[in-house]
């Protein structure tokens, strides 16, 4: 229901902010990151709208299909024991600073291949990275990601109430250095 209600304000905020390169980068506190909230329940009608609306500017990169690629670059048996190794730190499975290919480094790498496109990277099913101790921040303020051309769009599922977020209705978001479309 409230996709009904708000999306038109929301996708007009959106590219607005994906226009005025100049704006954003004062408005978000020196970042170049736009977040763009929605209800959990709503995902999907977002993610369909805006690549009806951003097909031409944008390309889509959907993290649970790099969870699922990362996963896939270890093999089963090998992720398993690593991640049993260090389930109490899992940023040490999916963000480490190890020379080797992990979550993180695909993330990026992907964000790096569509703005060399000259096209503007839209983050999609994010939820995923909850339990990976890698945090939208983590991608925002990375140094590749504040010096691009065009900004960062990352779909946040989350819930704003009495001036706090929620990341997936229920984690307290971090101060981002970010625009906010609420």
């Known amino acids: 229901m409230t996709y009904i209600i708000n999306h038109k304000k929301k996708f007009t905020d959106l590219k607005h902010h994906i226009d005025s390169q100049d704006h954003l980068l004062r ?14 329940i709503d995902e999907e009608l977002y993610i369909q709208k805006a690549k009806e609306l951003f097909a031409e500017k944008a390309e889509f990169i959907d ?30 499975v999916f963000h480490s600073d190890d020379p080797e290919t992990d979550l993180f480094d ?3 790498s992907e964000i ?27 991608i925002m303020e990375h ?17 704003i109430e009495n001036d706090n977020m929620y990341f997936l ?11 906010l479309v609420k």
């Open 27 to 40: 408005e978000a506190n020196g970042g170049n990151s736009i977040l763009f909230s929605y209800s959990p």
């Open 63 to 92: 993290i649970s299909k790099l969870f699922v690629q990362y996963i896939d670059q270890e093999g089963w048996e090998s992720f398993e024991a690593l991640y049993n190794d260090f389930k109490s730190t899992p940023h040490l």
């Open 106 to 108: 695909l993330i990026i």
């Open 112 to 138: 790096d291949r569509v703005n060399n496109k000259n096209k503007v990277p839209i983050l999609i099913r994010t939820g995923c990275l909850l339990g990976t101790g890698i945090e939208n921040v983590n």
């Open 143 to 159: 140094k590749s990601i504040m010096k691009m051309e065009r900004p960062l769009v990352i779909f946040y599922p989350s819930k």
């Open 169 to 179: 209705n229920y984690k307290p978001a971090s101060k981002y250095r970010c625009v």
